[in-house]
């Protein structure tokens, strides 16, 4: 009687030495792995041989899901910023008929930080990586300034008169994003808050306290923006 192979079979995905969340569709498995490994090992030291040992998976299956890292990257950089571009897209249009431009504002930067802190392996800290700069990037590069644009818009919008006379939309646009931005740097230097939802409405608050409103309006604004969050997600 012939023995029986235990060898795997020609084809069969490798077994990872990093177990993968099975909830995630093969798509998100493989962008979960990349982003943990170009966190750790930076872009260019990654490769789609690397990510696919991650995921457990051939090489070549990879490729039915991207033509390469340079794609991974680019869907990444993309959902980072895509939810607050179709969440303010939402609630702009109401403002200022049914939101005010400060309970705007607090809501849209309370979801971008959110976003942001919700990335896979805080992919935002790749956002300088000179490649990022490269056209392949473009469509991610667009994205964050339609962004930045919301930002502008609902900054001038709700901003104290004396600061809305001494600084532009887009001047305006650029610091509140970048506040936004900053819980990138807290969740790499390991300084979020011991609940991290706190740190989104600190940011929120932030953005309305630079462009000049009172703490009283600023309240007012959180208490508005809890109920637009409230009926967006409940209507999505």
């Known amino acids: 009687m012939s023995s029986v192979s235990t060898s795997s079979k020609a084809g069969r995905p490798r077994a990872s030495v990093h177990k993968q969340n099975s909830a995630l569709s093969a798509r998100e498995q493989i962008l979960d792995a990349a982003a943990a490994l170009f966190s750790e090992t930076g872009f260019s030291g990654s490769s789609t041989r690397a990510i696919a040992d991650r995921v457990g998976i051939r090489q070549q ?21 895509r ?17 005010t431009p400060a309970g705007a504002l607090f809501a ?47 900054g001038v919008a709700a901003a104290h008169p004396d600061v809305a006379a001494t600084m532009s939309e887009d001047r305006i646009g650029a610091i509140l994003i970048q506040l936004a931005e900053l819980v990138i740097r807290l969740r ?8 991290p939802e706190d740190d989104d409405t600190t940011i929120a608050a932030s953005c309305l306290r ?27």
């Open 83 to 99: 939810p607050s571009i179709e969440f303010v897209q939402r609630i702009e249009a109401r403002v200022p008929d049914e939101i």
């Open 108 to 154: 849209l930067a309370s979801i971008d930080a959110r976003t942001l802190r919700q990335t896979p392996h805080n992919i935002g800290t790749l956002y300088l990586l000179p490649e990022i700069q490269e056209s392949r990037y473009d469509a991610f590069r667009i994205e964050r300034e339609q962004l930045r644009a919301s930002y502008g818009r609902l």
């Open 188 to 195: 790499r230097d390991g300084g979020t808050a011991a609940t």
């Open 61 to 81: 299956s990879l490729y039915y899901h991207f033509a390469g890292k340079d794609e991974i990257l680019a869907e990444l950089l993309s959902g980072s910023v």
């Open 210 to 236: 630079v462009l000049g409103l009172s703490s009283a309006e600023i309240a007012a604004a959180r208490e508005e923006a809890a109920a637009v969050t409230a009926l967006s997600a409940s209507t999505h």
